[in-house]
């Protein structure tokens, strides 16, 4: 079975006027029908920049400079304006990180997701309507033929992003981005979220990249990972495997890094430094500046991303 | 929100009661009182007739108590006679107001159709050819006064080329067979005014809308538009212009006051007969009444435009309620 969505070798630069900053360096990845891909990394690794480089939301001075990606045998990269528009918000969604931000404050909820489902579904207006307060009902908004008249403020966050979520599935895609949908919420509340995003997946069988920095989710959420550092891959395999034995310094570093329950430390491990500037990016492998096990062909020689078993792949000369 | 008008409406009065007795007791201090006039025009006068016309006009009397007989007799409808023109007031105002809230009116809705494109454009591509082409404009716009650029159109267009008339309201003796005569008729009149009052207003709207635009364009909601699919019109005006528009309702409301009194120069050097040239003329000649009332006129106009800038804010802003 071919997979809904194959990124192959993507990259997306952005032109700056100190020089051309390669964001999303020649990431490659596949999800099946109903399969979750979970993309991690720091803040600055390009997790965002590959989900709105699918999206074809980069704007200028940032340009997709190489590489393809198909949603059910499509290149996205070669959809005209006007084609890429119908796939947007129909076959292929987004959530926001920020519900608070990522809703019109000026235009009701009902208003925002009728635009959609009117242009999508091609349904009139009174349809779209049924068809809205029937997301809204789906994603567990109280009263929701009430709150479809409400505008943003008037929900809490939680219930923003409810809404978001509602909106994002309205048409049905076979493909959804998540850019890290719970950070901006309270613990209780992101884990309501997080349970009704898997019951709903379960549900509409969709393919889903849900992007965190967080790995609790990811281990929640995701049947496959894909660990990001400095716009490259550093890992990649099924999210218990890697999770519970990372090859990757990079990945155990993360891992190290949070706190575990039942285990009491004085200090949380880090690591030191923070993802390097573009044009302080090492000649070699991206991490080798913050990694523990470096060894010496790690600063000059990139270490290709190749697989250890069937289904993992590193990047590493020294994996655990 | 009733109550929020009320309010604000009693505010508004409290202002124009405390504003026009500024300007009473300003206009006192003025050099010459209609019996001074008379001495002039009459040298002959004996004193004693001087202090019984004083006592006559009340000109005897300290100015708040010739305030209040003012205030007493404007409410209930009588607002004098005009000197010059030997006429009462409420007669000339009529037609002035008129004439002056359709050059104020037409200039604003004139400069908001110029300078939204424009804005927008300029957001659009920020720092590009275009954008610093439309600036400029702009600041010249915006640099220009508008008597000068007034004087500058009436030689070209009226003077050298003769399209249009240099100043009136319509052209003398003309008879209208339809309205679509005297609208072409008038329209004529009009067009000098109107740019010279617009060309300022263009300038500085187009600098709101531009980075009211840009902000507006910058917000999560805009991506989140795009990303349901929206096109680029329906991201444009739909959701980022309408969220641009609430700054703008403020300032559009606030300038509309400001160009309806920026039309007195405007008004003077056209021969306009509106409110402008009314102020102008009445203070020049001494007309009192005339004076005082436009004065009350143009302050309740600036007034008012701030309570429907606020009232506006809570249409175009769900955001804002009035309780």
Redesign the interface.
Known sequence: MNPVVDVKDLETTFFLKSGPFRAVNRISYSINQAETLGIVGESGCGKSVTSFSL?R?IDRPGKVTHGQALLNGKDLFKLS??EI??????QM??I?Q?PM????????IGF?MN??IE??LKLTKKDAKDRAIEMLQLVGIPSAAERYDN?S?QLSGGMRQRA?IA?ALSCNPQFLIADEPTTALDVTIQAQILELFQNLQEKLKMSVQFITHDLGVISEVSDKVLVMYAGQMCETGPTQEVLTSPRHPYTAALIESRPQMGHRIDRLKTIEGSVPAPHELPVGCPFSNRCSRVKSECWTIKPAFVNITPTRKIACFNPL | MTTFILRRLLQTLVVIVILSYVCFGLMTLMPGDPVEMMISANPKISTEDIVRLREFYGLDQPVYKRYLTWVSDITSGDLGYSRTYRIPVTEMMGPSLRATFILSVTSLVFSLLVAIPLGIACALKPNSKLDYTINLFNFAGISLPSFWLGIVLIIIFAVKLGWLPAGGYQTTGMSYPSWWNEVLDKGKYLILPVVSLSIQSIGRFSRFVRSSMLESLR???I??????????R?VIW??AF??AL?PLVTIIAISFSSIFSGALITETLFAYPGVGRLIYSSIMGNDFNVAMISFVISVSMVLIMNLVADILYGV????ISYK
């Open positions: 999206m939301l304006e006007p528009e119908s796939v947007r918000g129909g969604a987004m926001f920020e931000t990522a809703l019109n404050p000026v235009l009701t925002q635009e959609q242009k999508h505008y403020h978001m909106m | 917000n999560d909601f991506r989140t538009a795009r990303a349901k699919g929206m096109s680029a329906v739909r959701h309408r969220n609430i175009v802003d769900p955001r």
